[in-house]
């Protein structure tokens, strides 16, 4: 790890901000920016915030983006006083942001027409882990860009996977969360289930949480839909983005999705009743048998 070479850290939303605090608290010269400015709750940010995308970018040797999708993505990236044009020759562009593979591919183009490189490494992990350092990073790029970034983004996280070539990490980042999402919806209808069939909540928990069908992630989720904890670590509203984007790049290469598709269905619903903002485990109130717990 080298503390004296500048970093940019673009982007300050739910994650951003907390990836950005673990860079300062490592002591890396940072500057920051966020289209809404510093959060209230990131003050340790403020002595590194920057007006602009420019001021922040100049000079950086490493600048990191973590946005919320594709457009805000390309705004960032190639508007008109954008990241691209104000990197320094050299600078190592490390895209965290939960994207499209077609997207990240257009945008590696548009660096390497610059002599700019670029490195996709989306974060699997929500806001706990964000805050503990603990995100795992799915990189797609070369491996010398790999081994560059790797100090700073394990100041970030607990782990580097480098899945192959450039967009591979956009790729397996949609996987992880279709994955995810399509576990949490599954648990979801089969808990309104048992609670109609007369079941003990409590007692199917504990069958299903020492039962090897349920994954860790799952008994998370299980943990919050009995508890009805749906603070937003990972909201509806972005999970639905993401299933999105993997339905439509399988759809561009020929390929089916049915059951991510359908699980985007329900999310989509769960939304429409006013869920968007909170946990993806609140699609559980979409089965609820009482009717007060449902959504509007």
Same mark, same amino acid.
């Given at each position: ?5 500048? *970093? ?11 990836? $950005?605090?673990?860079?300062? $608290? ?11 400015? %510093? ?13 602009? %995308?420019?001021?922040? #970018?100049?000079?950086? @040797? *490493? ?50 027409? /610059?002599?700019? /490189? ?24 070369? %491996?010398?860009? !790999? ?34 999402? !399509? ?9 309104? +289930? ?18 090897? #069908? ?21 909201? *509806? ?7 999105? +984007? %993997? ?11 049915? !059951? ?6 329900? +999310? ?18 979409? +089965?609820? @048998? ?7």
């Amino acid at each position: 790890m080298n503390p004296s070479q500048q *970093i940019a850290f673009l982007g300050l939303g739910a994650m951003g901000r907390r990836m $950005a605090s673990r860079l300062a $608290a490592a002591g890396h010269a940072l500057r920051v920016w966020s289209r809404s400015g %510093v959060p209230d709750d990131a003050p340790t940010l403020r002595a590194h915030a920057a007006p602009t %995308v420019r001021a922040a #970018v100049e000079g950086a @040797a *490493i600048v990191f983006a973590m946005v919320t999708d594709d457009d805000a993505s390309r705004a960032l990236w190639t508007g008109p006083d954008g990241a691209l044009a104000a990197a320094s020759e050299g600078a190592l562009l490390v895209e965290c942001s939960t994207l499209t593979p077609a997207w990240v591919s257009e945008l590696a183009a548009a660096a390497g027409a /610059r002599g700019l /490189r670029l490195l996709d490494a989306p974060v699997v992990g929500s806001r706990p882990q964000a805050e503990a350092g603990a995100l795992t990073f799915l990189a797609g790029g070369d %491996v010398e860009d !790999v081994a560059r970034a790797t100090p700073t983004l394990t100041a970030m996280g607990g782990a580097v996977q480098h899945l192959g070539p450039t967009a591979a990490g956009a790729s397996a980042k949609l996987v992880v969360n279709a994955l995810f999402g !399509v576990q949490v919806a599954a648990l979801a209808e089969l808990l309104g +289930y048992a609670e109609r069939a007369g079941l003990d909540l409590a007692a199917l928990s504990r069958a299903l949480e020492g039962s090897p #069908v349920t994954s860790p992630a799952a008994k998370g989720a299980l943990g919050l839909m009995r508890a009805g904890r749906h603070a937003p670590m990972f909201p *509806i509203d972005l999970l639905r983005k993401d299933l999105r +984007y %993997v339905s439509q790049t399988a759809a561009a290469s020929g390929g089916e999705l049915p !059951v991510t598709h359908r699980a985007g269905e329900v +999310y989509a619903r769960a939304a429409e009743g006013g869920l968007g903002g909170e946990n993806l485990t609140a699609v559980a109130k979409l +089965y609820a @048998a009482s009717e007060a717990a449902r959504p509007c």
